[in-house]
């Protein structure tokens, strides 16, 4: 990364170091040696004003041996005291020569080589001053005057060892500041890494939010503000899961009440469709068949009843699909009331075949019912009966060959209830439609028994209803069709 935090960190801090040992350096070399004076300045004037209060030789010495010598030895001060007659009562030169001290003081009380002095400070009874001693070119710090009882004095220190002390501290500056720069380099890249790694994985864990990925976590841990914010990407990685979970199951839902109002806009259509054309033949034969009767085409009481005969059945064929719609639309938009009850299914099977039992002769079939005793199930016996007799009337209407029908009960986990017709197999490219509305494999003979297409999809429905599976499956010799049951 070009613009790095963890760079600029190390860039800023290392820079405020250099720039904070730099500053120090340049202090050091300009204000040191002032400051250095200042200092002595105060050193100077506090011996001063210990010796201002003495009246005699004796306590003179005695206040430079005792009180003032500290200042003396602390500060290394030459000083020199000389009595109103110019007689010496002190003298400390700490290596200076003290004939030097006493002509010095000479010369300042007469007024000379003042030109050659910088004055640091003059006062009604002293005088500051930086001088040079033209013998060795030193430079000192040069305190003289009076004390209160007429004593003349001179103090000097010199700064040469200032200067040398600030030319060590500069240097040993140097040195030590090359190795403070690279400790707190180190510690700046450290610290930095500490802060900067918990941000890149939160950048990280933003970018993986941004793809739904919300398994990302932040596990950086800690207790400082960055886990704060690691803790807050994690809360809401999961209300975003949620919250995106929740709009997926709402588009979900939506999508499927879009389609089922789609499904059920294309039902519509071909549900008028198909009934529009399943009316329209019964409807021209009666319609046909009464002008006929009107217009007296056949006046024998014969031909009379032949007119009335097909069109009262072809108006039975046309009130029958109407029922079977009705029951269809009740069935498929959820309308009819599912009532679960305890039925021995073995037992209706037996009443539908009875009730049957006269078609079953008319089609000379030779129908067995296979099952062992009783068997109950639980499910609503209204529908289960339409579905034995769609099934048992299916067969009855497709039944050849041997005319065999088989009506079998099977019991395990579940009841599984077949009826087997001989005959032709249903194409297998017309198995998966046969259970739509008003879908028929062979047209003419639908048309022969009468049969309108809507039996399949009752009991497609039906079985849709119960939560029940059901099929059918071709063999060589014929056609089974089979739907199962609860036992519990």
């Given at each position: 990364?070009?613009?790095?935090?963890?760079?600029?960190?190390?860039?800023?801090?290392?820079?405020?170091?250099?720039?904070?040992?730099?500053?120090?350096?340049?202090?050091?070399?300009?204000?040191?040696?002032?400051?250095?004076?200042?200092?002595?300045?105060?050193?100077?004037?506090?011996?001063?004003?210990?010796?201002?209060?003495?009246?005699?030789?004796?306590?003179?010495?005695?206040?430079?041996?005792?009180?003032?010598?500290?200042?003396?030895?602390?500060?290394?001060?030459?000083?020199?005291?000389?009595?109103?007659?110019g007689s010496v009562m002190f003298r400390e030169t700490n290596g200076t020569g003290g004939e030097l001290l006493a002509k010095q003081l000479v010369a300042n009380l007469l007024d000379r080589n003042q030109g050659g002095k910088e004055i640091l400070y003059q006062g009604s009874d002293y005088q500051i001053s930086k001088s040079v001693d033209l013998r060795n070119s030193s430079e000192y710090v040069e305190m003289w005057g009076f004390l209160n009882n007429g004593f003349s004095f001179i103090m000097r220190t010199p700064l040469e060892s200032i200067r040398t002390s600030v030319a060590l501290t500069s240097r040993f500056l140097i040195s030590v500041g090359c190795g403070i720069i690279l400790i707190s380099a180190v510690l700046i890249w450290y610290f930095s890494r500490r802060i900067t790694e918990p941000i890149l994985e939160l950048a990280s864990l933003s970018r993986r939010m941004a793809g739904l990925d919300f398994e990302a976590k932040y596990t950086g841990g800690g207790s400082d503000e960055i886990a704060v914010l690691g803790e807050s990407f994690n809360t809401m990685s999961k209300e975003l899961e949620r919250t995106i979970s929740d709009l997926k199951n709402a588009n979900y839902e939506l999508q499927k009440d879009i389609e089922q109002k789609e499904q059920i806009e294309t039902m519509r259509t071909e549900f008028l469709g198909n009934v529009s054309h399943e009316l329209k033949t019964p409807l021209a034969l009666i319609q046909g068949y009464a002008e006929g009767l009107k217009e007296g085409i056949s006046d024998d009481p014969e031909?009379?009843?032949?007119?009335?005969?097909?069109?009262?059945?072809?108006?039975?064929?046309?009130?029958?699909?109407?029922?079977?719609?009705?029951?269809?639309?009740?069935?498929?938009?959820?309308?009819?009331?599912?009532?679960?009850?305890?039925?021995?299914?073995?037992?209706?099977?037996?009443?539908?075949?009875?009730?049957?039992?006269?078609?079953?002769?008319?089609?000379?079939?030779?129908?067995?019912?296979?099952?062992?005793?009783?068997?109950?199930?639980?499910?609503?016996?209204?529908?289960?009966?339409?579905?034995?007799?769609?099934?048992?009337?299916?067969?009855?209407?497709?039944?050849?060959g041997d005319r065999i029908i088989e009506v079998k009960i099977q019991q395990a986990e579940h009841v599984r209830v077949s009826v087997f017709n001989t005959g032709q197999p249903i194409p297998e490219e017309d198995i998966e439609h046969i259970w739509d509305k008003f879908y028929k494999v062979d047209k003419a003979r639908t048309r022969e028994y009468g049969g309108n297409g809507i039996g399949l999809s009752i009991v497609k429905a039906t079985m849709d209803s119960l939560k029940q599976e059901y099929g059918v499956k071709n063999y060589d010799n014929g056609v089974e069709f089979w739907f199962t049951l609860d036992v519990k």
């Open positions: 990364m070009k613009r790095s935090i963890k760079r600029q960190m190390i860039l800023v801090f290392a820079g405020l170091v250099c720039f904070a040992l730099l500053a120090i350096l340049i202090l050091n070399e300009i204000f040191m040696e002032r400051y250095y004076i200042v200092y002595k300045e105060k050193d100077l004037q506090e011996v001063h004003q210990l010796l201002s209060k003495v009246d005699s030789a004796a306590e003179l010495k005695e206040v430079l041996n005792n009180d003032a010598w500290s200042i003396l030895e602390r500060s290394n001060i030459a000083i020199l005291v000389c009595d109103e007659a031909s009379r009843e032949f007119y009335c005969d097909v069109i009262m059945d072809e108006a039975a064929k046309m009130n029958k699909m109407v029922k079977n719609l009705l029951t269809l639309n009740q069935l498929e938009f959820g309308k009819n009331e599912v009532q679960f009850e305890r039925f021995d299914v073995a037992e209706l099977i037996q009443g539908v075949l009875e009730s049957m039992k006269i078609l079953t002769e008319q089609k000379e079939a030779r129908l067995t019912f296979l099952h062992d005793g009783p068997v109950y199930v639980w499910a609503d016996e209204f529908l289960v009966e339409q579905v034995v007799r769609n099934y048992i009337s299916n067969a009855l209407n497709h039944v050849d």
